[in-house]
């Protein structure tokens, strides 16, 4: 089956600047990958996803890249701001099959 | 706007009573999935079904945990007897299949046995 791994585990950055959580996947068949902010206490949300047509899709300061070829994906935010702080889960899903997810990146935006 | 709902949001019981979280996914989707989170880890696959029928569930302890989708528009998770090691929080998710396809969660259930 897929194997997801997601780095870093933690993040702190300063509000204002850039975070960048990378994603890597085992499966060629997988062509879909969504990233979802869990916010404590709360479900969680989708908030951008790229399928493997596009090598990038950008959604205001959100950014997300893909790189099919080295199995890899990146969630990109720029103009980081302290509401930006939560846990991030990337995944990957081939057609047809289940959603498999990364073990999350806990992202702190210092005021 | 669609939303997965979950049933109940909070459920504390004492070790060795049996808890059913009921899950209603949105109107058309045909893939359900039922997730495990404590402390904030990972989300942990319990079981996925698809078109109502159980595709994978690998992950979910047999002999305690079972999962079923009696129509289109439930899905069950139950745990029999439960044990205070189940304390966490259970996801549902529900999805539509295809290339458009996008998963979304419902709210969880916090779950707490003592």
């Known amino acids: 089956g897929e194997n997801v791994e997601q780095h870093p585990s933690t993040l702190s950055v300063q509000e204002g600047d850039s975070a960048v959580i990378k994603c890597t996947y085992s499966d060629s068949a997988s062509n879909y990958f969504p990233w979802y902010k869990q916010e404590l206490g709360k479900r969680p949300q989708l908030i951008i996803d790229i399928r493997s047509n596009v090598g990038e899709k950008k959604d205001q300061r959100i950014a997300v890249t893909l790189n099919k070829t080295a199995k890899h994906f990146s969630l990109h935010i720029t103009e980081t701001q302290p509401e930006d702080s939560a846990v991030y889960f990337c995944?990957?899903?081939?057609?047809?099959?289940?959603?498999?997810f990364g073990t999350g990146t806990s992202l702190t935006v210092i005021p | 706007d669609a939303r997965v709902t979950q049933t109940p949001r909070h459920k504390v019981t004492e070790m060795g009573q049996e808890v059913t979280m009921r899950c209603q996914p949105i109107?058309?989707?045909?893939?359900v999935f039922w997730y495990r989170q404590t402390m904030m880890q990972g989300l942990e696959l319990l079981a996925y079904f698809r078109n109502r029928a159980p595709l994978d569930d690998s992950g979910m302890p047999k002999d305690r945990f079972s999962a079923e989708m009696p129509d289109a528009t439930l899905a069950t998770l139950k745990i029999q007897p439960s044990e205070p090691r189940d304390s966490a929080v259970y996801f549902c998710?529900?999805?539509?299949?295809?290339?458009?396809?996008?998963?979304?969660f419902g709210e969880g259930s916090r779950l707490t046995v003592l």
């Open positions: 998710a529900s999805g539509s299949q295809g290339l458009h396809r996008r998963v979304f």
């Open positions: 109107l058309g989707h045909n893939t």
């Open positions: 995944a990957a899903s081939s057609p047809g099959n289940q959603f498999y």
